[in-house]
């Protein structure tokens, strides 16, 4: 079976600070993408960041960053210099060639406090 | 990225009468759209996939007779929530990608609350 592991159902952190949202992942694919989707208050679903199973070097997107470890199947996102536009639900996700459809973790709600 | 708009953004309803929710990809052509739901603090439950010009495949569990999906061009899909009840009420949310390639991103459009009373 393929899924998506958040371990951290919520999380709360000060403003500025650094935070770790972690994710495992099973599938049994070797071709596949992962991403980190975030969902604000207004439930728009936005890619915060996307990475390629192949690629090696690890995805940024200016204060996100991810941790792809392939062989642990784990893909934590990194945020710095956090801001309380962060303040957000996080999935975490994956697609395979597969299936092409999207696995959704069940998310972590992150809050940013001033 | 690409846009994705959903109308209405909030439906209210009477209990047995039909909801039909649209989506549509403002600025690229979505080969391929899929619909969610999402229940209040939850994760999104994918419904069903469709490909323009074809019928959808829905996920195990979902009444086709009941959530009707229509795409019937490369920009508009629609959702028809059929002689809806209360346990239909929910957030929907559809998104799509070009389909041109697995694993393209998808882009999602912005939801749509069902209240059935």
């Known amino acids: 079976a393929q899924t998506v592991t958040q371990s951290q159902p919520e999380m709360s952190v000060q403003e500025a600070e650094t935070v770790t949202l972690s994710c495992t992942y099973d599938t049994s694919e070797n071709n596949y993408y992962l991403f980190w989707y975030k969902q604000p208050p207004s439930r728009q679903m936005i890619l915060v960041i996307r990475q390629e199973a192949y690629k090696q070097q690890n995805a940024t997107e200016n204060r996100f960053s991810v941790n792809f470890q392939k062989a642990a199947k784990s893909f934590s996102l990194k945020i710095s210099d956090s801001q309380l536009g962060d303040t957000a639900m996080y999935f975490c996700?994956?697609?395979?060639?597969?299936?092409?459809?999207?696995?959704f973790g069940k998310g972590t709600r992150l809050h940013i406090l001033p | 990225g690409a846009v994705v708009s959903q109308h209405p953004s909030w439906v209210i309803c009477k209990s047995g009468t039909s909801v039909k929710i649209e989506c549509r990809s403002l600025d690229f052509q979505a080969t391929t759209m899929f619909w969610y739901r999402q229940f209040p603090k939850k994760s999104l439950m994918l419904m069903a996939t469709s490909n323009e010009g074809s019928k959808a495949t829905y996920e195990q569990g979902v009444e086709k007779d009941k959530f009707l999906i229509n795409h019937a061009s490369l920009t508009l899909s629609t959702l028809t929530v059929t002689s809806a009840h209360p346990e239909d009420s929910s957030f929907y949310i559809c998104s799509g990608n070009s389909g041109v390639r697995w694993g393209e991103t998808q882009y999602f459009g912005p939801g749509t609350r069902l209240l059935v009373l």
């Open positions: 996700a994956f697609i395979t060639a597969r299936d092409d459809k999207i696995i």
